[in-house]
């Protein structure tokens, strides 16, 4: 079955400072989801990535897909208050390519320091 | 736009009774909702997957005779935890998405705290 391992588990950044998480899979990425989640509530869907080489930006995230689809990066820069939270990647089960029956990694806790 | 909303947030229950968790699209139709589990400190896990109209597609591991879904429309799937155990505490969590294989993610509820006594 399909891994996702994402690392650091938790992070604790100074406000303002840049930051990564990253997301490795055990089996080639057919679709790739960032999503945020505050402790005890829903996901905030941040960015989907289905190309090897992607890039895609929203504010101050930028999320990156490798060539050979198997890792996936979080980039946030200059981070604030507002960006602490849980950050998940999610990926769609191999055998159920776009079907997004997802299988989730662990989780980066992000906290961010004043 | 694409809101889910997910009732209860929160439900406190004995045990041997039974719980329904609805999860609504607000604003879109959704051909397809989702249903994850997520323990503490810990991922979510894919439960099943409802197709509006159809049986519910059940992950490795889940008893769907404990686990009951109904997707009666295009808005709204529901989960009913049958017969519920302290064991099944935990935080459920519905998305919902508008069109399969398409460009579209899917869209998370809040989710519902269920704590079984």
């Known amino acids: 079955s399909q891994e996702l391992e994402q690392s650091p588990q938790s992070l604790i950044v100074q406000e303002g400072k840049n930051l990564t998480i990253n997301c490795t899979s055990s089996k080639t990425l057919y679709g790739l989801y960032w999503y945020k989640q505050k402790y005890g509530e829903g996901l905030i869907f941040l960015m989907m990535l289905q190309k090897g080489g992607e890039e895609k930006s929203h504010e101050k995230i930028t999320a990156k897909l490798d060539e050979k689809k198997q890792q996936s990066s979080l980039h946030i820069t200059a981070s604030q208050p507002s960006h602490a939270g849980i950050y998940l990647c999610g990926a769609d089960k191999p055998r159920h390519p776009g079907a997004q029956k997802l299988v989730f990694g662990q989780g980066t806790r992000l906290t961010i320091n004043p | ?117």
């Open chain 2, 1 to 117: 736009g694409a809101v889910v909303s997910q009732h209860p947030s929160w439900v406190i229950c004995k045990s041997g009774t039974s719980v329904k968790i609805e999860c609504r699209s607000l604003d879109f139709q959704a051909t397809t909702m989702f249903w994850y589990r997520q323990f503490p400190k810990q991922s979510l896990m894919l439960m099943a997957t409802s197709n509006e109209g159809s049986k519910a597609t059940y992950e490795q591991g889940v008893e769907k005779d404990k686990f009951l879904i109904n997707h009666a429309s295009l808005t709204l799937s529901t989960l009913t935890v049958t017969s519920a155990h302290p064991e099944d505490s935990s935080f459920y969590i519905c998305s919902a998405l508008q069109s399969l294989y398409s460009n579209q993610p899917q869209h998370f509820g809040d989710g519902t705290r269920l704590s079984i006594l």
